[in-house]
Structures are given as C-alpha cells and as structure tokens.
C-alpha cells in the first residue's frame, strides 16, 4: 500500500461554507429541524444547507455531521509506536493498516517512525493485535496507551487565508 | 462528583449503545434527521434528543456538528509535540496545553524506559511546517515552558486514516461479539 490520496482544496470556500465549516463543528441544534434552525442563524434555507452539507462531505471536507465521542468510554484504545528501518516501512505500514483494529497509521519524522492508534471491544484484543503485528514484523511495538485527557478545546478554529 | 465523573464509573445504556451504533458514521443530512434515527431505534424523535443532550451533558459525547478534514483544508501539516514534564506537574500542565487554540489533542501517556522518556502529547495542526513551528513558539512562550524537554514529530506519510468504528457489527453478531469501542488512541 502507498500513502493514502488527499484531496487538497483547489476553489475559495464561499461564505455559507466556511459559516458551516467554522461555526457548527460544535452546539448542533438539537431541534427537530436541525438544519432549519442553522438556516435561520446564518440566513439561508433550510434546503440550501443541507445541499451544501451533503457536497462537503461528498468533496471529503468533512467527514461527517455528528459526534465526537469522549476517548476510552467503553473499549480499549491505544497510540503505538514502531521503529522500522527505512527500507522495511511500506511493508511494515501495510502489515499494521490490514488489521481493522488500526484507525489512524502514520509516517513521523523521528527514530520511532511508525505510529498508529488501536481500538478494540477490550485490553485482552488490544495486546492480541500488537502481539501479532510484533510477530508478523519481527519488530517492537511500544505501547502508549492514554492516562489522562486534558483536552478541553471544541473543535478546530479555521483561518481563511 | 459530578455527572461527568459519576457516567464513566457506569456501565453503558444498552440504548444509548444503539444510539451510537446508528449515529457513528454521522446524522442523516434529511430535514428531521432525529426522527429517522428515532424510527431505526423504534423509540421517540423526543427521546432520541433527549438521550444525545444527556450524552452530550455527561461528556460521552465530546461534541456534536461539523467534523473536518483538516488535511482535505489545507491544513496540511500536523506535529505532534511531546513533552517529558515532571510527574507532579504534568496534570497543571497538560490542562494549560488542551486550552490553547492551536492544540487539538492533549494527552498523558506512559513514559517507557530506555525507549520513550515523554509523557505528555499534544497535537498542533497547521497549513505548513513553519506555521506549525509558529504555534508551537508562541505556545512556549505565552505558557513558559522553555524549560520542558520535548521533541516534535511531524508526520509524513499517512498509511490509513478513517473514523473509528466504535461498534462493529461482524457478520451474524450477537450482543456477545459485537465488539465496542467509543473514541479513538
């Protein structure tokens, strides 16, 4: 497997996006009709942003109208990190991204370049992954599950350029 | 103790699980997308909106609305900073990080010996590596923590991003193999 194709924007945003895209990504209305009441706010139809809506997501710049869950609820879930010589990367990346478990799995720029996050239903399935993915790679994976989450922030504040 | 506190020492409500099952992916973008969850869940438009606020209240639901790609934005470039923080201090400093703008993650994680002397992660998102780099001085500086030893990991290659899946249905599942998780790393 090779990197994963972005789509990068190539069109200026007009004002009803970036509204949606800024000001929404918290407090959605809990109304019956949702999108009437962000209509109302931003001085649109109803029907014109659910329509833009819909082509945000269809243009992947958003993933999603929805929630956010709070981390570790219910399951397990960890970071981990690999050092993989540079020659073994693409194979090792491929081993780690096969397995449904792994959600995020990226490249970084340090000794330990290999990262990724696991979730499954429990501690138990969690270690069987990493334990098969250290099997599979001949090579050590460092467990840094999360103790403690101090994010307080809501959502992520874009500057138009 | 508060909700907050109180909800994570108890046991998930089987329907809030469904809830989540069916929310996961995202709302319906249809004018009354509470009623059509409702009519899936065979339970009220009312009780649906309840349920989320509730979910909402507790924190089990972090937030609720637009979720961007940032990469898809132009926000191209995303480092994560690492910070090894006295034990005693790291708790004070990592609530400072998580309220700074530019940080859209801020977690404590084991230090591992000999392999990993970092306890502390955050995430700095950016248009650019220089932007990046920008936020992160400004941060040092406006917090004063010149005196922590960190390091930052920008990423390269992305091999695989995709929303967790908090509950996945294998095939023929029952309550038993349904496998749950809520949120991700």
Sequence with gaps: MVAQKETILDRPLNALERRLLNDFQDGFPLTPRPFQTIAERVGSTENDVMRTLRQLQSQRLISRVGPVF?????????????????????????IVSSYGEVNHNYEREHRL????????????????????????????????????????????????? | MDLRE??????????????????????????????????????????????????????????????????ELGYRANAMVVWDVPDERVSEIGR??????????????????GRWPYNLFCMIHGRDREGVLRNLDQLIDSCNLGWIERD???????????????ISERDGSTQQDRSITLGAS
């Design chain 1, 70 to 94: 709070r981390p570790n609820r219910v399951g397990a879930s960890t970071l981990a990190a690999m050092e993989v010589p540079m020659e073994r990367l693409e194979e090792v990346a491929d």
């Design chain 2, 96 to 113: 400072l990080l998580g309220r700074q703008s530019c940080v859209t993650l801020c977690y404590r994680r084991p230090r591992r010996s």
């Design chain 2, 6 to 71: 109180l909800s994570q020492l108890l046991e998930p409500d089987p329907m809030d699980l469904e809830l989540v099952r069916v929310i996961q992916g995202g709302l319906p973008l249809v004018a009354h997308p509470y009623a059509s969850i409702a009519g899936e869940l065979g339970i009220t438009e009312a009780e649906v909106m309840r349920r989320l606020e509730r979910l909402l209240e507790t924190g089990d639901i972090r937030r609720l609305g637009v979720v961007v790609r940032h990469r």
């Design chain 1, 113 to 161: 370049n290999l990262w990724f996050v696991v979730t499954a239903a429990d501690r138990e399935s969690l270690n069987q992954v990493l334990k098969e993915i250290e099997a599979a790679s001949g090579l050590e994976v460092i467990d840094l599950p999360m103790i403690e989450d101090f994010y307080i922030n809501l959502g992520f504040p874009l500057q138009w350029t």
């Design chain 2, 152 to 166: 930052v990991l920008f990423s390269l290659r992305q091999f695989k991003q995709r929303g967790a899946k908090y």
